[in-house]
């Protein structure tokens, strides 16, 4: 267990619990826990649950739980599910599960599920599978998708002013 300024350093099928400003590289097997505003940099096949303000970049084959207001950066092959407030920003293969308010950044060929009121965007076309209120924007066409048919969209001029 790490708390206060700790800085922890885990590998193998080591499991470690971070709180407040704990700071954790993973990789390996390891599992983290991450509370309050631990920071986690984890790789291989390390696992991370993290919520609070904990803050997460996980690459490999890493997956990750985040809640809460927690920030996570995944690639290669990573997976995360974020709830809350999470924000999500991903690359390479990564997938990503994502509801609550969360919010996704995806990229290279990351793949989304999103439901509830999440907010996915990515520059180009991406697998992105829609529930609930859940909205995904593609950039580079300016599209807006979304799965529930009685969403109403607004649009307002640059004066401010409903056309």
Not at 31 to 60: F, I, L, Y
Request: net charge negative.
């Amino acid at each position: 267990v790490a708390w206060g300024n700790s800085s922890v350093v885990a590998w193998g099928n080591a499991t470690v619990v971070a709180r407040d400003n704990s700071s954790v590289e993973a990789w390996g097997n390891a599992t983290v826990e991450a509370r309050g505003n631990a920071t986690v940099k984890a790789w291989g096949n390390a696992t991370v649950v993290a919520w609070g303000n904990a803050t997460v970049v996980a690459w490999d084959n890493s997956s990750v739980e985040a809640g809460g207001n927690s920030s996570v950066e995944v690639g290669d092959n990573s997976s995360v599910v974020a709830w809350g407030n999470s924000s999500v920003v991903a690359w390479g293969n990564a997938t990503v599960v994502a509801w609550g308010n969360s919010s996704v950044v995806a990229g290279d060929n990351s793949s989304v599920v999103a439901g509830d009121n999440s907010y996915t965007t990515s520059y180009g076309v991406i697998e992105c599978k829609l529930n609930g209120h859940a909205i995904h924007r593609i950039r580079k066409t300016n599209t807006i998708r979304y799965a529930d048919k009685d969403m109403k969209f607004e649009l307002v001029a640059d004066n401010g002013q409903h056309e």
